[in-house]
């Protein structure tokens, strides 16, 4: 059990450090995310291939999932250039596993009990509370990011049921690096992620070995532990983005945004116990 929660801690902490990575990037963050993608993308491809591929009626999913991946990267980065990053990430990440869950009873058929639905109700308290009286426009951002991480968890939770094989996420980060590249080349911003690769390819490398090993931990994890035990602890990215934006960034409202992340972690990890 010792060895899954570090594991599982591990991973929080990597994924909220390459999203700070983007944040607090001097290049265009939508470069640097896409940087990050591809890196992970041609790492998990490698891996993927050693692994003997994955069946043909999966792609079809993780193609989708890649599609998906367009407007959350867009998204996303947009938010960060809006807003601070104690409540965007907090925000999306939040409000995505809310949309998980309330779209897993809609589409897939799962059941919600009493607990469930207090759990919602937390999760929506701690939003309030992270957005406050007035949403401006990276808190609308980080909700239309929220929306993605929502659908994309929905078409993963089917791909991966039908593909029969753990390593389904990594079909889905090779499709993602696909869809953002034919997104960027028709968007003619090709031109300006190879100039900014150049300077920051080092910082795009580590992120996306980030991404691929918070994938690999969490994998591991859920081998030693029981999966909503794992899951509840990787949400604790929630408060951990919340004190890096406050300790690391400077940010204000750092007591306010502290607590809300707080119900908001509260309420995931109810969440998951009660699934």
Request: aromatic content about 8%; proline content about 2%.
């Amino acid at each position: 059990m010792l060895t899954a929660t570090v594991l599982a801690l591990s991973a929080a902490c990597m994924h909220a450090g390459w999203n700070l990575a983007v944040k607090r990037s001097d290049i265009d963050r939508f470069h640097m995310l896409w940087g990050q993608v591809l890196f992970g993308a041609s790492i998990g491809l490698v891996v993927l291939v050693a692994l003997g591929g994955m069946d043909t009626g999966a792609w079809k999913w993780a193609a989708l999932s890649g599609v998906i991946h367009i407007p959350y990267t867009v998204l996303l980065t947009r938010a960060y250039d809006l807003g601070d990053f104690s409540q965007v990430y907090p925000l999306a990440r939040g409000t995505g596993a809310l949309l998980a869950a309330i779209g897993g009873i809609a589409v897939l058929g799962d059941r919600i009990g009493p607990s469930t639905a207090v759990a919602i109700g937390i999760v929506i308290t701690g939003l309030y509370l992270l957005v406050g009286r007035a949403p401006g426009p990276a808190a609308f951002a980080a909700l239309g990011v929220a929306v993605t991480i929502g659908a994309y968890t929905l078409v993963d939770a089917r791909g991966s049921r039908v593909s029969g094989v753990a390593y389904y996420g990594l079909a889905t980060g090779f499709m993602s690096a696909v869809a953002i590249s034919a997104y960027g080349v028709a968007t003619g911003r090709h031109r300006g992620l190879l100039a900014d690769a150049r300077r920051e390819w080092r910082t795009m490398l580590v992120g996306g070995v980030a991404q691929k090993l918070t994938y690999t931990f969490v994998l591991a994890a859920v081998r030693l532990a029981p999966v909503g035990y794992v899951t509840a602890l990787r949400e604790s990215s929630v408060v951990l983005a919340v004190l890096l934006g406050s300790l690391v960034l400077g940010e204000g409202q750092g007591r306010r945004r502290v607590v809300a992340g707080t119900v908001v972690l509260a309420g995931v990890v109810m969440l998951v116990a009660s699934a």
